[in-house]
């Protein structure tokens, strides 16, 4: 992995634990890291990330409507 500098407001700086997960958790909810990516990023374990996932309104599984409807079509 690389470094990356970003220019925040200082009350983020604060909790920068807090906000570098919520960086993680949306990066894997857009589907631009994996969720081992993701835990990286926030320095912890795969399965402690996903469980964490809920306390920024990110789903674990990545499914989407269009998902179901393409895996119906699929069987039929």
């Known amino acids: 992995m690389t470094t990356m500098t970003l220019q925040v407001p200082d009350f983020l700086e604060k909790d ?35 469980e964490i996932l809920i306390d920024y309104d990110v789903n674990y599984i990545q499914y989407t409507a269009k998902d179901v409807i393409d895996d119906a079509n699929k069987i039929l």
Do not use: C, D, I, P
């Open 16 to 50: 920068h634990e807090n906000t570098v997960r919520f960086f993680a958790a949306k990066l894997y909810e857009s589907g631009k890291l994996s969720l081992g990516q993701a835990s990286q990023v926030a320095n912890m374990g795969k399965w402690e990330f996903a």
